[in-house]
């Protein structure tokens, strides 16, 4: 079976050769609050989106986070490439403003099945050509926290798109999809993340699941919930496996020291 390495290398600074694998990353910025970080996800993207009224916190919150510098700068040096969703949150003078720069805006708002989130992750997956697709990696900053609709409605994209990585952030956390084809080895850099962590069955019950690297291991281990689901773990090296006849969703902690400039 296929092992799928996985690491949080995008909190760093920079991302350095030796954390595999070399991923091309886009960025997602939903309607939440920034993460303080947000800037470096920033720069390690080739394509960068606002969903909706994420480009209202881009526009307001950037600044904020570069509290030297001015203001007006700092929004002319972080455009986003697309500004997508049913335009039900933005504000018209932030789209006048990023228009100007050249911002593309996509009105989609003719499609009411589908979150602000599923209408972006299908806008890049639709843009990168299918030879690229295995290393595309979308990073989703404030998908966690607000409403609890909203949090599930983010997992439930997750699920609709398990071929595609999409890593869900918040100044907290991340959370993303383990899919159950696959073999899983999780790189834990300490430095930017854990050690709480957690493995949670999503979609269905998981009748079978191991892991190594953990301070409470699972072995041959049943989870559903009802039953034992495996939270407040901790990760005690640089190596979490996971091996599981179920998708579970993989989430550890982001450590609160983590430097925000680029």
């Given at each position: 079976?296929?092992?799928v ?22 960025l ?27 480009a ?16 007006v ?19 018209t ?8 720069l ?60 398990k ?17 159950k084809a ?45 039953g034992?689901?495996?939270t ?6 640089e ?24």
């Amino acid at each position: 079976m296929e092992v799928v390495h996985h690491s949080s290398a995008f909190l760093l600074p920079s991302v350095a050769p030796d954390h595999r694998p070399s991923l091309n990353y886009a960025l997602i910025v939903l309607n939440q609050r920034l993460p303080r970080f947000t800037p470096l996800l920033w720069q390690h993207a080739q394509l960068r989106l606002c969903a909706d009224g994420g480009a209202n916190r881009v526009f307001d919150e950037m600044p904020g986070l570069f509290p030297h510098e001015d203001a007006v700068a700092v929004r002319n040096r972080y455009k986003p490439d697309v500004i997508k969703g049913d335009m039900d949150s933005v504000r018209t003078d932030v789209v006048d403003f990023y228009i100007k720069l050249g911002t593309k805006v996509v009105d989609a708002s003719h499609d009411q099945d589908t979150t602000d989130l599923h209408k972006c992750v299908s806008f890049i997956c639709d843009f990168t050509p299918d030879l690229e697709k295995s290393k595309l990696c979308i990073l989703v900053a404030g998908a966690l926290g607000g409403r609890f609709d909203h949090e599930v409605g983010n997992i439930n994209v997750l699920c609709r798109f398990k071929d595609t990585r999409i890593i869900l952030i918040s100044d907290d956390c991340l959370i993303h999809l383990l899919p159950k084809a696959q073999n899983h080895e999780i790189h834990v850099l300490s430095s930017v993340v854990g050690p709480h962590c957690g493995l949670i069955p999503i979609g269905m019950p998981s009748r079978s699941t191991t892991t190594t690297g953990l301070q409470w291991d699972l072995s041959d281990t049943e989870m559903k919930f009802g039953g034992l689901v495996s939270t407040s773990n901790i990760a005690k090296g640089e190596t979490v496996t996971v091996h599981s006849d179920s998708d579970l969703l993989w989430t550890i902690s982001i450590k609160k020291s983590q430097d925000s400039s680029p």
